[in-house]
C-alpha cells in the first residue's frame, strides 16, 4: 500500500506540475514522499471541486451534473477522518493522511485551504489587492505552510516566510492565467486595478484590452517581488536539501512572471513557462542561493508593508461539517 500510494502521488505531480516534479527530485527522500503525498491531496480536492481530472475537463459526450458545493462538505467530512484515523479507501486522502498525521499538520491549514475553493463556488469578488491576496492565503500561502511542517518547521518567523513564496507563486500564477480564468467566468484581479486600466471585468479576456491588462498583469508580478524576496530569508531554516529545492522553486515560479511581464500584450498567446535549458540554470543558481543562505547568522526583518497571514486565533479554520463549499487555483502554488 506504501508503495501503491508512493507511486500514485508521483504520477499526479508528473502530470499536474512538470516544473515542480523536478524541483522535488531535489528533497531527500523521506521529505520528497511527504511533498508529493501532499501534493496529490491537493490536486485531488482541486479536481473534484471543479468536476476535473489532473486540471482538465474529462472527454465525455454527456457529462454528469456537477455539484461543487456538495463535493467541497465531502472532502471536508473525509478530510475530518483522516485526521480522525480512519481508513482512508481514496488513494489521495490515504497519501494526506500519511503525510498530515506523520508530520503533525495542523488540522487548521487544511481546512484552511479547503475554505479557498468556497471563494470560487461562492463566486467571490476582490476589490482590492488585499482581497486578492486573502484568496492567495487560502490556496497557496497555507499549502506553503503545509510543506514547512513536512520540512520540520515550527517557527512563526519562517512559517511567514513560507506563506510569502506561497502569496508569490500565487500573484505569478494569477498574471499568467488572467485570459483563461475570464474565459470561464473567475477574475482574481483587483477591480480596482481593473476600473484604473479601463478594462470592464466582463470584457477581461477581449483582445482589444490586451495592452491595457498587460499593464495590470505587470503591476501584479511586481507585487509579488516583495514576497519572493521575503521568502529568500527563510532559507537558511531549512535542511540544506530543502532549501535547494524551495530555491528552485522560487527561481522558476519568479520566471515565469518575467516572462509574462516581458510578452507584454502577447502574454497571453500561449501560455508562459520555462525551457529545460532555462530550467536547469535555475535549479544551479537555487543551489547556489542554497548554499549562501548557510552562511547567515539572523534573519532579516519581514517588511512590515506585507500582507500577513491571519494569526492562529483569528484564521478562517472551516468546520469540518457543514457549509459552503468550492475552488480552482488550489493547487497552483505547487502546479507550474
Same mark, same amino acid.
Given at each position: 500500500?506504501?508503495?501503491?500510494?508512493?507511486?500514485?502521488?508521483?504520477?499526479?505531480?508528473?502530470?499536474?506540475?512538470?516544473?515542480?516534479?523536478?524541483?522535488?527530485?531535489?528533497?531527500?527522500? =523521506?521529505?520528497?514522499?511527504?511533498?508529493?503525498?501532499?501534493?496529490?491531496?491537493?490536486?485531488?480536492?482541486?479536481?473534484?471541486?471543479?468536476?476535473? =481530472?489532473?486540471?482538465?475537463?474529462?472527454?465525455?459526450?454527456?457529462?454528469?451534473?456537477?455539484?461543487?458545493?456538495?463535493?467541497?462538505?465531502?472532502?471536508?467530512?473525509?478530510?475530518?477522518?483522516?485526521?480522525?484515523? =480512519?481508513?482512508?479507501?481514496?488513494?489521495?486522502?490515504?497519501?494526506?493522511?500519511?503525510?498530515?498525521?506523520?508530520?503533525?499538520?495542523?488540522?487548521? &491549514?487544511?481546512?484552511?485551504?479547503?475554505?479557498?475553493?468556497?471563494?470560487?463556488?461562492?463566486?467571490?469578488?476582490?476589490?482590492? #489587492?488585499?482581497?486578492?491576496?486573502? &484568496?492567495?492565503?487560502?490556496?497557496?500561502?497555507?499549502?506553503?505552510?503545509?510543506?514547512?511542517?513536512?520540512?520540520?518547521?515550527?517557527?512563526?518567523?519562517?512559517?511567514?516566510?513560507?506563506?510569502?513564496?506561497?502569496?508569490?507563486?500565487?500573484?505569478?500564477? #494569477? !498574471?499568467?492565467?488572467?485570459?483563461?480564468?475570464?474565459?470561464?467566468?473567475?477574475? &482574481?484581479?483587483? *477591480?480596482?486595478?481593473?476600473?484604473?486600466?479601463?478594462?470592464?471585468?466582463?470584457?477581461?479576456?477581449?483582445?482589444?484590452?490586451? +495592452?491595457?491588462?498587460?499593464?495590470?498583469?505587470?503591476?501584479?508580478?511586481?507585487?509579488?517581488?516583495?514576497?519572493?524576496?521575503?521568502?529568500?530569508?527563510?532559507?537558511?531554516?531549512?535542511?540544506?536539501?530543502?532549501?535547494?529545492?524551495?530555491?528552485?522553486?522560487?527561481?522558476?515560479?519568479?520566471? #515565469?512572471? #518575467?516572462?509574462?511581464?516581458?510578452?507584454?500584450?502577447?502574454?497571453?498567446?500561449?501560455? !508562459?513557462?520555462?525551457?529545460?535549458?532555462?530550467?536547469?540554470?535555475?535549479?544551479?543558481?537555487?543551489?547556489?542561493?542554497?548554499?549562501?543562505?548557510?552562511?547567515?547568522?539572523?534573519?532579516?526583518?519581514?517588511? *512590515?508593508?506585507?500582507?500577513?497571514?491571519?494569526?492562529?486565533?483569528?484564521?478562517? +479554520?472551516?468546520?469540518?461539517?457543514?457549509? *459552503?463549499?468550492?475552488?480552482?487555483?488550489?493547487?497552483?502554488?505547487? !502546479?507550474?
Amino acid at each position: 500500500m506504501s508503495e501503491a500510494l508512493m507511486q500514485h502521488a508521483t504520477q499526479t505531480i508528473e502530470v499536474g506540475s512538470k516544473s515542480f516534479a523536478a524541483a522535488a527530485k531535489l528533497f531527500d527522500a =523521506e521529505t520528497r514522499r511527504g511533498v508529493l503525498m501532499l501534493y496529490a491531496w491537493c490536486r485531488h480536492c482541486d479536481d473534484v471541486v471543479d468536476g476535473q =481530472e489532473l486540471g482538465f475537463v474529462p472527454a465525455a459526450s454527456a457529462p454528469a451534473p456537477h455539484d461543487a458545493a456538495r463535493e467541497l462538505a465531502l472532502l471536508r467530512d473525509q478530510t475530518r477522518r483522516a485526521y480522525a484515523g =480512519e481508513a482512508m479507501r481514496d488513494p489521495a486522502f490515504a497519501a494526506f493522511q500519511e503525510v498530515a498525521l506523520k508530520h503533525g499538520i495542523e488540522p487548521r &491549514y487544511a481546512y484552511d485551504h479547503l475554505a479557498g475553493f468556497a471563494m470560487d463556488v461562492e463566486q467571490a469578488r476582490y476589490e482590492t #489587492i488585499e482581497d486578492t491576496l486573502r &484568496y492567495c492565503y487560502h490556496v497557496a500561502g497555507v499549502v506553503g505552510l503545509m510543506m514547512a511542517s513536512i520540512m520540520g518547521t515550527r517557527d512563526p518567523a519562517v512559517l511567514d516566510r513560507a506563506c510569502d513564496l506561497g502569496l508569490a507563486f500565487q500573484l505569478t500564477n #494569477i !498574471a499568467r492565467d488572467i485570459v483563461d480564468d475570464a474565459q470561464i467566468g473567475r477574475c &482574481y484581479l483587483p *477591480a480596482a486595478w481593473l476600473r484604473e486600466a479601463g478594462i470592464p471585468q466582463d470584457e477581461i479576456a477581449l483582445p482589444r484590452h490586451r +495592452a491595457a491588462l498587460a499593464k495590470v498583469a505587470a503591476r501584479l508580478v511586481d507585487h509579488a517581488e516583495p514576497y519572493y524576496d521575503s521568502a529568500c530569508a527563510g532559507l537558511a531554516a531549512l535542511p540544506l536539501r530543502s532549501a535547494w529545492a524551495i530555491a528552485t522553486a522560487r527561481l522558476v515560479y519568479r520566471q #515565469i512572471g #518575467i516572462v509574462v511581464k516581458r510578452r507584454g500584450p502577447h502574454a497571453w498567446d500561449e501560455r !508562459a513557462g520555462t525551457g529545460k535549458l532555462t530550467k536547469l540554470w535555475l535549479l544551479l543558481r537555487g543551489g547556489l542561493d542554497a548554499l549562501s543562505s548557510r552562511i547567515r547568522t539572523t534573519m532579516t526583518p519581514r517588511p *512590515a508593508r506585507l500582507w500577513s497571514r491571519p494569526a492562529a486565533d483569528s484564521a478562517v +479554520a472551516v468546520a469540518p461539517a457543514g457549509g *459552503a463549499a468550492g475552488g480552482r487555483h488550489a493547487v497552483r502554488a505547487t !502546479a507550474v
